[in-house]
């Protein structure tokens, strides 16, 4: 395998950083600037078959006065966790850990979650130089070569997943202190991944709309369902509401039967009162004239009447009241 040859302008490296990174030359160039560690990451998933490289430019000034020495250099690798992740504040011992990385530690020990190849030859943290650079790229069987000043270094792990994108992660560590991007994504490799993603989209949506088929119809079916439900509960309510409309009805007919009987009754109760009042009237009448018959001395007649002349009314009604 060789290293493909740059061919345009340096790739950029992502907003979003460690807290120890600043940046210059159009995100071209990351530097570390205080710490002993630093995560950047690539602007872009680096395409299948792209070597991502960067050139180290700087690395720790021993001269200054009061200058801890740091032991270590660069960690160079590729991840499936886009940047922004909560692992920014990590440096590469931390990262070595995720199963979603796969990193070239500056002791020539190469990591990938619980795995670790102490048998990889490139050992950065001795041999790597200010301008030289290191690289590293993933072909279509998901294999992972490293470059060293575009020499390959050989196979350092296999089963990355090339159908998942891959973004290039870089901690600037111990002496290394500035790094240049130096990665170029090509126009032809470009539409072969375009193309491929295109395959894969129109794959996803015809599954998508498979799926979206088959959840109408079920929705359909579901729906009708309900409205068979709604139709008999409509039935049935309608049927309720003529019962209770017919209730309401017969309500009312006792209702009006009852007010023409306490009508009747009202009709009597007056009867009764008149008679009551006859009857009381006639009571007097004949108390008074018993009274009267009683105490006059001209009473010549069998039975007391012939002879005072009572009037004829007044002895029918005595008639009537003795029967």
Not at 59 to 87: C, F, H, N, R
Not at 158 to 168: A, H, K, R
Request: glycine residues 8%; contains cysteine.
């Amino acid at each position: 395998m060789s290293l493909s040859k740059p061919k345009v302008s340096a790739g950029k490296f992502h907003h979003i950083c460690g807290k120890n990174i600043q940046f210059s030359e159009e995100r071209t160039v990351a530097e570390r600037v205080k710490s002993y560690y630093g995560i950047v990451y690539t602007e872009q998933p680096i395409p299948v078959g792209t070597t991502f490289q960067i050139k180290l430019l700087k690395t720790q000034d021993l001269q200054q006065p009061g200058k801890i020495p740091y032991m270590g250099s660069l960690a160079l690798g590729l991840t499936t966790e886009s940047p922004g992740s909560e692992v920014l504040e990590l440096m590469f011992t931390g990262l070595c850990s995720h199963q979603s990385y796969w990193l070239l530690s500056p002791y020539g020990k190469f990591y990938h979650g619980s795995t670790k190849d102490s048998t990889y030859p490139v050992l950065i943290e001795r041999s790597f130089e200010v301008g030289q650079s290191l690289g590293c790229v993933v072909n279509e069987n998901g294999d992972l070569h490293y470059f060293v000043d575009g020499k390959d270094q050989g196979l350092a792990c296999t089963g990355l997943p090339t159908d998942q994108p891959l973004w290039g992660v870089v901690d600037i560590y111990g002496k290394a202190e500035k790094i240049k991007s130096e990665y170029h994504i090509h126009h032809k490799q470009q539409c072969q991944n375009c193309l491929q993603l295109e395959q894969q989209l129109s794959s996803e949506t015809s599954r998508l709309k498979n799926e979206a088929s088959q959840m109408q119809q079920d929705f359909d079916r579901h729906l009708q369902g309900l409205e068979g439900r709604l139709r008999e509960t409509e039935q049935q309510l309608d049927l309720k509401r003529r019962e209770v409309e017919e209730r309401e009805r017969e309500v009312q007919r006792l209702q009006g039967r009852l007010q023409d009987t306490e009508q009747q009754l009202d009709r009597k109760s007056q009867e009764v009162e008149e008679r009551e009042q006859e009857v009381q009237a006639l009571q007097q009448r004949f108390d008074t004239a018993m009274a009267e018959l009683r105490t006059s001395p001209q009473i010549t007649s069998q039975h007391g009447i012939e002879a005072w002349k009572v009037p004829r009314d007044e002895v029918q009604i005595l008639g009537e009241l003795d029967r």
